[in-house]
């Protein structure tokens, strides 16, 4: 028989700034009207003479009002106030709070989504925004970290024993915990476990949540349980054990939601059509028309939802000024010109904007930059005796941006300009484009 340490983490209570949960700790009581919440033509009136806060276009303005089990108030924040000023959104939440109105208790905590437009349009409505939680995305780190807590604390716990602490931190819209917010709700009663779990969250990285599919902060309860057991050698499980939580409801709205993505890196593949303007004098020198046009392949990915990096390849045909004739084994042909295109790019983007509620595709925004090489000639194909020649247009590095609009599922569109920098005989470019989240 051998001794094991196993670290639990359960599923996480997520209040505040975006409110999250387990599945059986839904939004409480179900969904009451308007009028059980506050009295909206009040509140209404109130946030008229307010100057509406810089949201941007796309973004709805969300509150979220949490209730504790015996109805009251446990806390109301905006939701993205990752997109705001501190000092615009106040005065909104500050008039939403003394706007609520007492509630019976309920069941369990839960909380409700208010849409709280402020200034000439003022406008009050209860919401149900299609939720997603933060998802832990670096199990192995803790495994590893948990690892070390199993030979420091071997002797700590009791044979069958489990002592429990219940942690509460803030998951930031970048998937990252702020370690200044990990407070220890509930103790084991001993202070070496407690400091363990605190050690061991503030190291998590997650997906961040989403509320309506922009990503928001959260703060989360989050339940650690250290536990001696027994077993024998052959069905020990690895030190260290991290036992994953029960996976959380892809969304507390029936809407349907994209699928849940896990990990920092998220590969993609796709295809674009290009058509690219080129340098007035090589044009000329070379022989070639002032316009090529082609289709390439991409693959790439994305890497902490805002790095971005591609490679490219793809083939662009140019209309050829110098044409000449031979014969092939189809018959007399005449000459073309066109080249091989390979292209390398780094960039950022933005997280994905809804495109307005209730809308099933959202928006993203990028920049980046790359270097381009082209590989061109002018031939006649199945040609008996003959004649190539080189065209020199010359690829170049480049600077560029777009816009991607993304569907509910894997799969978007891109549109993007690329201008070249003067040593390229490559000029603006545009290119349209399909892609496939992996």
């Known amino acids: 028989m051998h001794r094991f340490l196993r670290l639990s983490l359960g599923c996480g209570v997520v209040a505040a700034f975006a409110a999250f949960s387990c599945p059986a700790a839904a939004q409480a009581g179900g969904d009451p009207p308007l009028s059980a919440l506050l009295d909206s033509a009040a509140l209404a009136a109130a946030v008229r003479a307010l100057p509406a806060p810089p949201f941007p276009a796309v973004v709805q303005p969300l509150w979220a009002v949490q209730y504790d089990s015996t109805g009251a108030v446990a806390d109301v924040s905006p939701v993205y106030d990752h997109l705001a000023p501190a000092a615009s959104m106040a005065p909104v939440t500050a008039a939403v709070r003394v706007s609520l109105l007492p509630r019976r208790p309920l069941r369990r ?214 044409r000449f004739t031979e014969e092939t084994t189809a018959g007399e042909r005449t000459s073309g010109v066109a080249g091989g295109l390979a292209t390398v790019a780094l960039g950022l983007r933005t997280p994905s904007l809804p495109l307005g509620e209730g809308m099933p595709a959202s928006v993203s925004a990028g920049a980046g930059a790359g270097h381009s090489w082209i590989s061109a000639n002018r031939s006649i194909d199945r040609c008996l005796d003959c004649t190539a020649e080189d065209v020199h247009v010359d690829g170049g590095t480049f600077w560029e941006a777009g816009v991607q609009v993304d569907g509910r599922g894997r799969s978007g569109v891109s549109l993007r300009y690329r201008a070249y920098g003067g040593g390229s005989d490559l000029r603006s470019t545009l290119l349209l484009g399909w892609m496939r989240r992996l």
């Open 109 to 322: 905590a839960g909380v409700v989504y208010l849409r709280v437009d402020a200034g000439e349009r003022a406008a009050v409505r209860l919401v149900q925004p299609a939720v997603t939680p933060p998802m832990l995305v670096n199990r192995d780190a803790l495994v590893r970290r948990m690892e070390a807590v199993m030979r420091r604390h071997q002797d700590r716990i009791p044979e069958g024993s489990e002592q429990a602490v219940r942690v509460r931190y803030r998951v930031s819209h970048l998937g990252v915990v702020d370690p200044a917010s990990v407070t220890v709700a509930r103790s084991s009663n001993d202070a070496a476990l407690d400091s363990e779990a605190v050690a061991a969250v503030a190291i998590s990285l997650f997906q961040p949540g989403t509320v309506d599919r922009i990503q928001t902060a959260a703060w989360v309860t989050q339940p650690v349980r250290f536990r001696m057991e027994s077993t024998s050698a052959a069905d020990e499980p690895p030190p260290g054990f991290i036992t994953p939580a029960p996976p959380p409801p892809a969304s507390v709205s029936p809407r349907a939601s994209a699928p849940a993505r896990t990990g920092s890196l998220r590969p993609w593949l796709g295809m674009e059509l290009l058509t690219s303007a080129i340098d007035g004098a090589t044009a000329s020198t070379e022989g070639v028309g002032g316009r090529g046009w082609g289709a390439q392949l991409n693959v790439g990915v994305t890497a902490l939802q805002v790095l971005t990096g591609r490679v490219d390849l793809g083939l662009m045909a140019l209309n050829d000024k110098r």
